[in-house]
């Protein structure tokens, strides 16, 4: 398994079938770095427009359609000293009728601490800049090209997963995606130090990253939405709107992975899922909303090998 | 203050503006018990027609509309051996082109070890018999007589409350709700013994429960949309569809929470709530959903006196 | 055949089982009349408050739980020369970054000429009193009391009925209600001289009316949602949240209405439906919105006999 | 002016930055034809992969970012004697609950008369066969190319257009898109003889088309949302999901083109729209659903010139 040492030099606000920027083998390491959200570097420098630019894409030998590649997140971190949020709740996220309450929206910056990974509001006298906030490093926006020669703007998310924007895609996470073309043509960017639920500010708080991921190829494993893991639960990922329909792809999809990977009858995963299941919210600010379901592997019988 | 024993006789499945069941003072408890959602009492007899029947209603002396009623609850704890759920998810949880795959819906029965806590589902050789689960016991419905002369179904909730099915709703919780008529008429039923998120398969572990709760008065404490708090978080929940607009609520009543309680401006608690904020997901099965907008009270500056 | 004239002195602002206010027969006729929905009569006193107060209830003898309740809308009009408007589109019609560019919400007034049928905005120099507005009388809510003891407020909709402001309810139409109580005690009121779709502004022209009405029991007819015929279509309505689910619950109930009544199958309605169907849009403003599926009866075999 | 007649011998299924197929002028009209849904041209014979294959792109010369495209569909027409549809609703246009009920999904064929302009289900003793469907035809997806390199699937739909399904946009309609790139890229296909509102089989009776139709430049005319119109009413077309979603687009555009080109103030528009404005469905099948505002150009003061 080898280990690439990746330099950027082109960035992608769609995920599509571009050019690859690196071939790498199943299960290699790809050690690379993330600009921000605005497309700035670790310099702070701007360095290609902004929109969640991509790193990538990444051809993964052997990756074909109706397989899924698995990509883990080795290590993910801010490597720069400040990053950025947006002050204000989206409209769309608070009653209409208080919409017209809300101040204007600007940016505030944040002191980030990167060994002792805590971050604070650089707004002196703010009751918001009294707590210092512990990182929980995520990657916003990941995905592989998706079917039919679509190139999908890194500001929403899909089936092929894209801008989801939740706080669980973070170190030690295994995701899982639907390989569409020759290679997957893996794709990721948009790191956030912080970011609650929801990303109801449009924001996390936006830095660029270093970022370490390996990517195996699972053979004629067909995924509809994207799935995770980590080592205490199993999770499937629906992007959509409105949330409703978030809810259904992601139960859905980890009825059918349980299904598929555990052996477990709709009934019994009802069974199980019905007082076990979590939900959590991804972002509710892009295009396409994202709901996460997930359960602990400790309700669940043993996996059948892959 | 005083204790009040109550024995109920009869149960109400709309909240609405029914005769007090009992008159009690402001800051008195009340140890009561509640029927299953089936209208099964503590020996599993059949005491009042099914749809989640509501204790009560409760008049506290001195609530008067405008002001807000917390309720704590004291003690909230299943009261039989024996619980039950439906087996199979609701078919709006499903996508729509998955719902033919369903098994029939059915009711399981669950062994629940009152002592130790745990329930285990009775259908001998299911992989889902085979853990045993924790109890987080719940009230999945409760809520004070609405305005306007309305009587709201139990099968759903509003401002006023009612079958939100949140697994938030346990032992210590104070929840807030807004007084619309002399007395509040606080009613309360429908106890789980487990749940998972969402209410998916539409029950948690039903079961008949012993509860104690005090009610309290807070003068002149307009709240639009149901809170709460534990020892840990403050909470808003947002009752409609699609969840999109429980989200709205949700958070739009923590703003105004923030605000009124700890005086932060709206670009104050838009600073905190991005990086912080968590929602949690009560019933996507009801006529209307159910999610919850939270946030740490360390995150937040000392409260203002009430 | 009776006919009755009846004059009210109560008006409910809940559609419930309230005490009657008139026994009538089967296929009795009904001349009475309705404020508008601020509670004014046809000399513009407010005489009772605000929101869309009803008149009525009025049993109908023999209507039973199982039954459909079919009234006729024999004639419908305005009783008063002067009516209002809301001013400025509902903030939740128009997309959330767009809320802030609205104007205040005020009254507007209109000049009602009862002869003629024309409505003219009383606001010298606008464009928008440029035109004359040819009447198009229609019974904004009414409906029939709910199941299980529920009294739902007239500023919402539901299976009964309720607050639907679909400018498709004029004189000459037949709605067919499901009675869920004995006598199924129908309410009435909220008349508008016009309307556009979507009742966008929060109202239309509003204003007193005369209304005059048949009911008539279809017995053993279960409507799960309100149906609806006229000389050229039937329709089906569907009230909820998002308009989605309204567009769910209307196909069904029409698809429903199209076997019962006219022996079609599923896949004959969806032959028919598909390339014949028309949706109208009732309101987006209250919170149950309401579309109605409708097709005209040209397109249908003849109607087996009821 | 010329007249361009384009022999089309690629097909696209997506709508983005594709190789012009042709280059026109501003003003110059094109007569060309389209394949079915499926890739079937005039003969039956497929010539394309399925999934709405779009004739174009059109370069047009002098169009630009800023600019928008007014298209005239001169003329659209079958050019086959037989059409197909699906044969059941989507499960996602009728309850979660009755989705168990519907048959399984097939094609039915249609004779076409093209020259009497009928449609007739070949399904010989079906109801649905009795009666003949007089054509309406229509384009069910067209678009230009959208901003930022996105290549967006003809199965779905957004501000640049795309597979909207709307009986509206018939022979004599101007459509205005967003010009997001040089020569704007026209791209059109998906004629329907005949379709429903909502297109809620997923098809109306799909069949190739010939099309005429001119593109003209509008400069710096920005437009956000498609609009449209024909001789008796202007039009605002909203892409998105739910429903309520795409009238907040279409109302808005609706708004702001009665703002740019009729001068009126959005308290003016609310008062016009609030009585006049009607709601059209286009489909809701796709990913995207489609919600139509028009307003009769009678209700509205002199237009400014453009």
Redesign the interface.
Known sequence: MAIHRFEPRRF???I?SHEPALRVGDGDTVITWCVDARGQDRAGAQITPR?NPQTGPFYVEGAAPGDALAVTFDRIYPNRAQGW???????????????????KAEL?TWALDLERGL?R?E?EG???S??S?PFDPMIGCFGVAPA??????TATSAEHGGNMDYRGFRQGVTVYLPVAVEGALFHIGDGHA????????G???EVSFDVEFTPRVVRNRRVRWPRAENEREIMAIGN??????C???A??EL?RMMQEE??????????????????D?GN?FD?A?TMVAKVEK????PRRSA
Chains 1, 2, 3, 4 share one sequence.
């Open positions: 992608h606000t769609t599509g929109g949020t947006n002050c204000v709740v989206a409209p769309w996220v608070v009653d209409p009728d208080f919409v017209t309450e809300l101040p505030e971050a509001l707004r703010s009751p918001a009294m707590a906030l039919g020669g679509q190139a999908i703007s912080v970011q609650g639920d929801g990303e109801i500010v924001t996390g708080i959509g709107r409105p949330l409703d329909q809810v259904q792809h139960t859905t009825m555990y052996g477990l009858t709709y009934r019994d995963s009802s069974a199980i899922l019905g007082q076990c299941v979590r939900y919210l509710v295009p909303y400790r309700f669940l019988p």
